[in-house]
């Protein structure tokens, strides 16, 4: 074995990262640390569990899926997960450096492609050479970590742990723009000689301002408050400063009419929080304005994120977010992909690959986006349902948390064919599964709690 190899193993904190988080979701009477062995199985203690380490690089192609889960690091010919050996029950594979490798996102650390607003593309991960990002791997391999426990040690109690009976539905919106008839879009319609929308935007500006906001297809704040109590549900809504001219806000969160939008939508029971800017993923003095700049606004402090566009860089955004003081991120899906991007449908902690710690902040998936169904994958309503109802599926069997982004400008149907339907049908089965609907920060909260 080289020294290189030797490299990728797991550090201890590691491991107890991976642990931590099995704890999240599983309950055992006495302390897994005490059972298990984690090293080369020559050495091996008279414990009763044998977790081999594995030196190998990450290659997909010896990935294989074995009794419904994913093995990322076999250490010898894989036909079960685990064979009693010597009065111990022993793991054919890594799963410990498995499950670190796709929760922490050190998966993401070596991916060098970039799409045009710099992030990670999905296929350029491992997830779509798999075709699992809609499966919660990780929670999987909890599972099957649960079931050898249960296996050496049948005397002991081994439970799941859910967030709610049925799934955690956190309904979320990312305010970008709040006018369908801006400047901005004007511009843009101009070059293609839009003269329908160019007949509205005139017609808009005729307008006394009570009757333009009725006629703005994009200020849609009264219609996602109806929705919502129609079908008892709680939003967080995340707002967008100015900033790098049309990559940023087109709007100015310091108006009278904005701050009177936030104040009623805190006044109501929903939550208002922060959507960076495109720069503030990198730039943490960008961020610490974005920061500030809400907190003026609401009269609070900042508790979670998601930045603008899902812009995420496994090397720094962690940091950054770690650095501004907040609870929780809100950002980690793929636009184009709909799933769970660290495999794990609950809360995680972001990790210091540098620092070899953990984050002490969350990360909360996030699982749909409505542009992912209507935009990147060109699906119609009924191939949406269909994805979202097999998410569901996926999810109720863990007791997770399914989010779901909808923008303000997305219920627009003249712009997107039946989109406001979509929406609508999707809140139906989220409502139908029994989903407990929270905020981010509730849902944190209860995570904190337990
Ligand atoms: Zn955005």
Redesign the pocket.
């Known amino acids: 074995m080289t020294h290189e190899s030797k490299d990728l193993w797991l550090s201890s904190n590691q491991v107890e990262y991976v642990l931590a988080h099995f704890e999240m979701c599983w309950n055992v009477s006495c302390d897994v640390r005490e059972l298990i062995w984690y090293g080369p199985i020559d050495d091996e203690d008279s414990k009763h569990i044998v977790v081999p380490k594995s030196a190998s690089p990450f290659d997909v192609a010896k990935v294989i899926e074995v009794e419904g889960s994913w093995v990322l690091f076999p250490t010898e010919d894989v036909k079960s997960h685990v064979v009693p050996r010597e009065g111990s029950i022993v793991f054919t594979h890594d799963i410990f450096r498995s499950i670190f490798f796709v929760l922490s996102g050190q998966y993401e650390l070596d991916v060098r492609d970039r799409d045009r607003y710099g992030r990670v593309p999905y296929h350029s991960t491992f997830f779509s050479a798999l075709n699992t990002l809609h499966r919660p791997i990780v929670n999987e391999m909890y599972d099957v970590l649960a079931q050898a426990v249960q296996l050496a040690m049948p005397r002991v109690t081994v439970r799941r742990k859910r967030l709610a009976s049925s799934f955690v539905f956190l309904l979320t919106h990312?305010?970008?723009v709040v006018s369908k008839f801006n400047h901005y879009l004007l511009r843009s319609r101009l070059k293609k000689f839009d003269f329908g929308y160019i007949w509205n935007w005139l017609r808009y500006w005729t307008m006394s301002e009570e009757k333009r906001l009725a006629y703005d297809p994009y200020w849609t704040f009264d219609l996602l408050g109806q929705l919502s109590d129609q079908y008892n549900l709680r939003s967080t809504y995340?707002f967008?400063p100015q900033g790098d001219g049309p990559k940023d806000a087109r709007y100015d969160m310091t108006s009278p009419r904005l701050r009177s939008v936030i104040s009623q939508l805190v006044n109501r029971g929903d939550e208002v929080q922060l959507?960076g800017t495109m720069a503030s993923y990198q730039d943490q003095d960008e961020m610490l304005r974005n920061v500030r700049l809400l907190e003026e606004v609401k009269g609070s402090s900042v508790e979670g994120i998601?930045?603008?566009?899902?812009c995420y860089d496994e090397h720094c955004t962690p940091s950054i977010h770690s650095h501004s003081g907040i609870s929780y991120d809100a950002t980690l899906g793929f636009a184009e992909q709909e799933g769970w991007r660290r495999g794990f449908c609950f809360p995680s902690r972001p990790y210091n690959h540098r620092d070899d710690c953990s984050y002490d902040h969350w990360s909360i998936p996030l699982t749909v986006m409505d542009a992912t169904y209507y935009h990147y994958q060109d699906f119609d309503v009924d191939s949406a349902k269909k994805s979202f109802s097999t998410l569901i599926d996926e999810v109720s069997r863990y007791g997770g948390v399914l989010s779901l982004l909808w923008?303000n400008s997305s219920l627009d149907d003249d712009q997107i064919e039946s989109v406001s339907l979509m929406y609508r049908d999707l809140l139906k089965i989220a409502k139908g599964s029994m989903a407990t609907s929270l905020t981010c920060s509730q849902l944190i909260n209860q995570v904190d709690e337990a």
Do not use: A, G, N, V
């Open positions: 990312d305010i970008d995340f967008l959507h998601r930045q603008h566009r899902l923008h």
